[in-house]
């Protein structure tokens, strides 16, 4: 058994997955239902929001279809700085819709003006951004993007992916006013791959409402429908939801505010490291991560080499992810990592990089 | 817990179910990748194919959205007999194609001339219908219809939906010439819900490739791509993936015939009990199926309350389905279900009526 410290999937707690392993229940039966609440009531609070909490039983691939063919009207900007933020933007064209896109050199963040900026052509009625873009290790500023948009334009709808922040970051839905934010659970979460959560505001289910061309699976009004029953409208994958049932009572027990404190305090852990061992930080000043640290292979050591040695010592490792793949590594820092097993892991890694110079 | 007769979720062998826990590995290592190539071995194995078995994190549900946005062309001619194919029927709508249908009375069977007709219009160039109809308990004979259409209309694509009987009815799919046959796991192959598998010939793929408006999640050109390598283009749900390794295992220990007839005689020994305890069936004579019985409630008994009973008797008793609920009630015999299981559960049904009389 490998330890991953791969971007996702994260490793999973033993308790969390024997959960997974309790015996099937209709999913029209009242026992499922209150199995539905029962965890519901937890996602509510562990994203801060009164708001609807959909459960898909898909990727987060499947997320970003819905939320681009249920939310985008007369059309959406998208902020693409990297990977994700790009798969996400041609998924919204793929989908028929009116795309606008402010491309960022990989590593930086968006601010809001230049949102702004495009926001006053009156052509978009959505914003789309990744909150912790997963590629570069760069976490957007939703505060600040939020003040300008509840500000000057209050009937845009503010879209965020949030998959690998989600449960690892704090994130105010209601406060900060985001009107969709989704995560898969192989993540911050800390569970297994499978299902995906998607967090939607009554003005999203408006905009919802008045779309055509959604397909069936990804529709959100059915979705909505069932919801107000405590069912999924197809049947979904019961073993994550017991996983679910399992850790969002063990993040509440942990406690959201030592939650997110444990993940801003090993990114801080991790990004002292990346310096002191002669690297660089590949996301930009003031907007690191605080799930994953890119690091800048500015030392250009051989990624491969580190990794298969790595294996041998029971760590999967990460050789960066598309057009930087070995230009820069990725550390993972989420979910059920602690600060020891990050500690044991940068020092093998350390050794490992050395050894192999 | 309950022990379900429904006709889906269905129970999950401890095993298979302890086999969910193992830990994640990172969906693009080679380990993976094994894991994946083992997988799909045994599955083709078990449908009789050599055609690509897809991997789809969903319910059957999107494995619908999917083989009607890849596989049809010009039109699809639907053979509507229950509540099932009904939805099928309209999702193919949804997603803006053609959609000619057969409306059969609930609880009848197409006949191949029937299909024969209306292909002969020249309308439609894929033919799609429930192989089992959950909610009637009929199986289509599909040796019959696969015969005319290969005698007849080659190019006319064979679309299946396998959902309650795949791994629990004989489906040699290369023989037959299906070019598309699916099933969510949580029905015949007694494996937790969240999953699908869709078996696609390459007839089936050419169509896909000159298709438009597949969206992104479901365009299973993508999925080919990364069949190639052993991978699925999303993260999976690997829970699922390692239930399948052990499941097909299992399966394949059993013996793909014994399996078959086993499922055959519990179903005939259902049919029998209904008979004897003044019932009617509700499906056609000849086309009863293998998986599931569908009973006429011709005794008028008050299902509700016989379910309530069931219940605290430690069973999970199905009460019908769509506009036939209450009308009729079906007992399923998938997937882990033994011969001994159902006798004890029928007895306990039969004593459980007669007391509510």
Redesign the interface.
């Known amino acids: ?2 330890e ?1 410290f ?1 971007p ?5 707690d ?1 308790n969390v ?2 959960s ?8 029209r ?1 009242p ?1 499922f239902s209150e199995l539905f609440a029962e965890v519901d009531q937890n996602l509510k609070k562990i994203l801060y929001t009164q708001n609807r909490v959909f459960q898909l ?6 997320a ?2 819905a939320v681009s ?1 249920n939310f985008v009207g007369k059309g959406v900007l998208h902020v693409v700085n990297g990977a994700f933020s790009q798969r996400w933007a ?2 919204s064209e ?3 819709k009116e795309v606008g896109v402010i491309e960022l050199p990989w590593g930086k963040a968006v601010k809001p003006e230049q949102i702004r900026e495009r926001l006053l052509t009156g052509k978009f009625d959505a914003v789309a951004l990744a909150h912790n873009e997963t590629s570069t290790g760069v976490l957007a500023n939703l505060e600040e993007i939020s003040s300008m948009l509840k500000r000057e334009f209050p009937d845009v709808l503010f879209l965020i992916d949030s998959v690998s922040s989600m449960a690892g970051v704090k994130i105010e839905i209601d406060k900060l006013g985001v009107d969709a934010c989704f995560a ?1 659970l ?1 993540k911050a979460w800390g569970l ?4 995906a959560l998607l967090c939607v505001s009554e003005n999203a289910m408006e905009r919802s409402r008045e779309q055509k ?1 959604k ?5 959100l009004e059915v979705y909505d429908k069932f919801y107000k029953k405590n069912q999924t ?8 939801i017991y996983g679910l049932q399992t850790q969002t009572k063990r993040i509440l027990e942990e406690g959201l505010d030592n939650r997110f404190k444990r993940h801003k305090s090993m990114a801080k852990f991790a990004r002292n490291w990346v310096l002191e061992n002669g690297f660089e930080l590949f996301s930009e000043e003031g907007y690191h991560s605080e799930t994953l640290t890119c690091v800048a292979n500015t030392r250009e050591i051989d990624i491969e080499k580190v990794a298969k040695v790595l294996k041998e010592k029971g760590y ?1 490792f990460d050789k960066g992810y598309g057009k930087i793949k070995f230009k820069t590594f990725r550390i993972s820092h989420m979910g059920e990592t602690t600060q020891e097993r990050l500690e044991k892991f940068l020092k093998t890694l350390e050794e490992t990089i050395k050894a192999s110079n």
Request: charged share 10%.
């Open positions: 058994m490998l991953l791969i996702g999937p994260t490793n999973v033993q997955a024997q997974l392993t309790k015996p099937m229940t209709g999913h039966a026992e039983t898909c990727a987060a691939t499947g970003w279809e063919r041609e998924i793929i989908c028929g898969s192989q297994p791959s499978g299902y061309n397909g069936y699976y990804f529709d409208p197809y049947t979904p994958s019961i073993p994550h999967l």
